[in-house]
């Protein structure tokens, strides 16, 4: 037997037993893919499985529609993922960005199209689980997991108040995953620390444009802080590497001071970004994690949605191809190291080049309209992050590309620069 800890209380919460064979409860409620978390990745996985004709229940924690800290800001690329319309939830459509450097500096560009579109998430969620619940999921609500139980073929969970069994789990239980201690209980999650503050609007923020983002960066290494404007409310928020989250609630009050803002009695409320390493396991033969479950979120901007949903249908496909011809469930990882792990490598390059090179990189987002033409291309989906990269010549450049060694030499210089910096932060007065 292999105890675990609660990722939230460090009580202990449950255990997962292996045993050969598990005789059968009786009543016991059993599907083909159980979904822990009816966040983005969750739904749009049981939909996913639930249109393949797969009996497929999602069990989330929460009555819904449930609150979630986060910007809401959902970026083009994210939905072209979509199978769906969500329109009805879109509050607003960006198309421009005013950048500020260090808490000043600051400079506005815009683009001809929409470049982000802003959700309220508890609205955008409960879409999408109306969805996955029309294509055939099941949905139980108030239904916290609490453990899993797995045997040769099949694994049971046990919720606060029931046992359900499924012959594939799938982890989109979000940052404090409770799947993710069984698949991977020795896994280390890097990653960042959120805080979002939402404020009303009125007559104190008629000064902040309805269709723009507002961001400062350079601040705290590896931070960023925001503003993103939706219906009748401004999400402002801020982000920062763990290891500085006791910086979090200065830094955003200093920035919204900066805007002609500040916080009232309004609720701050935080919560982790986990960014997966290469190799980190995220499938066994049993089960997979997916979005932030699997620390799938961009290590530099925190964003997060893009990964959940392409996770979550690639967890769908893997559970649905085991239940038809058995294929093997690691498969899944295979394809995240290829097809996302990528851009989230490029992610965390570009976080440590933006970091050694703030002034220099602030300032080409200001002139070169090359670098935010493809910066907005982007972020609509258009290109990659690595093409984005690539066109813009700042780390690479097609025609004049500095050789593998110098590169190398280059990326390695900046990860320990700004691994120097965070240390330098943590031990100074911050600077608001
Ligand atoms: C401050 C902040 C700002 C952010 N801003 C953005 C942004 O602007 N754009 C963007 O793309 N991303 C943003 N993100 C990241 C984004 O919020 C996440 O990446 C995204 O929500 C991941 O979706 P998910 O479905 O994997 O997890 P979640 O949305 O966290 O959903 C997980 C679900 O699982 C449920 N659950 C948890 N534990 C259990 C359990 N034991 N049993 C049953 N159910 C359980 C939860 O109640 C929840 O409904 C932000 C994050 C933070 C913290």
Request: charged share 25%.
């Given at each position: 037997m292999v105890n675990f800890r609660s990722a939230?209380?460090?009580?202990k919460a449950s255990a997962i037993t292996h045993k050969q064979s598990l005789p059968q409860a009786r009543n016991?409620?059993?599907?083909?893919v159980l979904v822990v978390g009816g966040g983005p990745t969750g739904s749009l996985a049981a939909y996913t499985l639930a249109k393949g004709g797969i009996d497929v229940a999602i069990l989330e924690k929460?009555?819904?529609?449930r609150y979630k800290v986060c910007?809401?800001?959902?970026?083009g690329k994210s939905l072209r993922?979509?199978?769906?319309?969500v329109s009805e939830v879109v509050e607003r459509e960006i198309f421009g960005m005013v950048f500020q450097l260090r808490l000043k500096n600051k400079f506005i560009r815009r683009y001809p199209l929409p470049i982000s579109y802003n959700v309220n998430r508890e609205r955008f969620d409960y879409l999408l689980l109306k969805h996955a619940q029309e294509a055939g999921a099941v949905l139980l609500q108030?239904?916290?997991?609490c453990s899993l139980e797995v045997s040769r073929d099949s694994v049971k969970v046990f919720t606060e108040r029931e046992t359900l069994g499924g012959r594939v789990i799938i982890?989109?239980?979000?940052?404090?995953s409770v799947v993710r201690k069984a698949i991977n209980p020795k896994g280390s999650m890097q990653g960042q620390m959120g805080i979002i503050c939402e404020l009303k609007r009125g007559e104190n923020t008629?000064?902040?444009?309805?269709?723009i983002y507002i961001i400062d960066w350079g601040t705290v290494p590896g931070g960023y802080a925001w503003i993103f404007p939706k219906e009748g409310i401004l999400t402002t928020g801020a982000m920062v590497p763990l290891v500085l989250s006791g910086s979090l609630k200065g830094y955003l009050q200093a920035f919204l001071r900066g805007q002609g803002l500040g916080m009232g009695g309004e609720r701050v409320l935080a919560h982790p970004i986990p960014t997966r390493g290469p190799g980190?396991?995220?499938?066994?033969t049993w089960g997979l994690l997916a979005g932030d479950a699997a620390g799938l979120?961009?290590?530099?901007?925190?964003?997060?949605l893009y990964y959940a949903l392409r996770s979550g249908e690639m967890a769908a496909r893997w559970a649905g191809e085991f239940l038809k011809?058995?294929?093997?469930?690691?498969g899944y990882e295979e394809e995240i190291e290829q097809k996302l792990m990528p851009e989230i490598i490029i992610a965390w390059k570009l976080r440590n080049f933006f970091n050694t090179f703030s002034g220099y990189v602030h300032n080409l987002y200001k002139k070169n309209d090359r670098l935010w033409c493809s910066f907005c291309e982007m972020l609509r989906g258009e290109i990659t992050l690595e093409e984005g990269v690539r066109r813009t010549?700042?780390?690479?450049?097609?025609?004049n590309r500095p050789p593998q060694p110098i590169r190398g030499y280059i990326e390695r210089f900046t990860a320990w620069y700004e691994s120097r910096q965070i240390e330098r932060f943590k031990r100074s007065k911050p600077p608001w």
């Open positions: 939230r209380g460090g009580r016991l409620k059993s599907f083909d929460e009555k819904v529609p910007g809401g800001g959902l970026q993922c979509l199978p769906f319309q108030e239904a916290k997991v982890g989109a239980d979000g940052a404090h008629s000064h902040v444009p309805e269709d980190e396991t995220i499938s066994t979120t961009d290590p530099f901007t925190g964003e997060g011809s058995g294929a093997d469930l690691r010549g700042i780390v690479t450049n097609l025609r």
